[in-house]
């Protein structure tokens, strides 16, 4: 690769997608992640005929606690310095806590924060050493608002992500690395088609979501300005304001009431071996 190189995880659909497209228009040669190999590959192809960039497609399942560490090694053995770390692969759980078996949180706990820290871990060191380096967290709303049932896992990795971040990005204060955290509400992608829940989904009014190349494009201007959260759209942005000047009881009760009406809270009890 030729060019100043950008790593993507999750970039097969979504807001993945449209930080590839982005980041593909700035320039940038990539290294797409994802658990899908035919459709990265044809969106490498793509990219690639349009924007006259090297793509590198790499079909990894974070959930494979190896995953990380194979795919640094390979990168570090073909000399690929990233110079752009978006952070991006996710899904949810749908149901309460106790309707899904413990592997299943393991995987998801895996994929959403412990691959996040650990890729950061090992691609942040070059950053430094080279005095330049962009890492975007891609977290939620939900990590500043109180859970709601089944929902419950999903805010509590968040808010850990979100906390992360900002340590991370005040850790990383004059090294020339810049570290945001990306808070989006509801965005119009596959996430909720793959956690069953588009249906209950549909039920939010319209004003209330958001684009994914929106999205895409606030995070990478943030992130270029040096700040360490970013929050997408002013209707957001209004809504973490107003709940927290509201005591925690009562925005815990109205959180929990108006997430009873698109959250699948049913629970059928698992017992793990």
Known sequence: MSGPVALVTGASSGIGLCFAQQLAQQGYDLVLVARRVERLEKIAADLTQKH?????????DLADPRAVSELVADLERDSVEVEV???????????????QPWEQHEQFIRVLLTAVCELTHRLLPGMKQRGKG??????????????????????????????????????????GVHVTSLCPGFTY?????????????????????LQADRVAREALKACDK????????????????ILWLIPAPLRRWLVARQGSSYRDSSETPVKTP
């Open 189 to 209: 992608t596959e996430f909720h088609d793959v956690t069953g829940t588009r249906e209950k989904m549909s039920k939010m009014p319209g004003f209330l979501w």
């Open 226 to 241: 040096g700040k360490i959260y970013c929050v997408p759209g002013l209707v957001y942005k209004s809504v973490l304001f």
């Open 85 to 99: 770390l978006i952070n991006n692969a996710g899904y949810g759980l749908s149901g309460a806590y106790l309707s």
């Open 134 to 175: 962009r890492i975007i967290q891609v977290s939620s709303v939900a990590g500043f608002l109180p859970g709601t049932a089944g929902h419950t896992l999903y805010g509590a990795v968040k808010a850990a992500l979100n906390l992360f971040s900002e340590c991370l990005a005040l850790e990383c204060q004059g090294s």
């Open 52 to 60: 006259s960039i090297d793509c590198r497609v790499e079909g990894r």
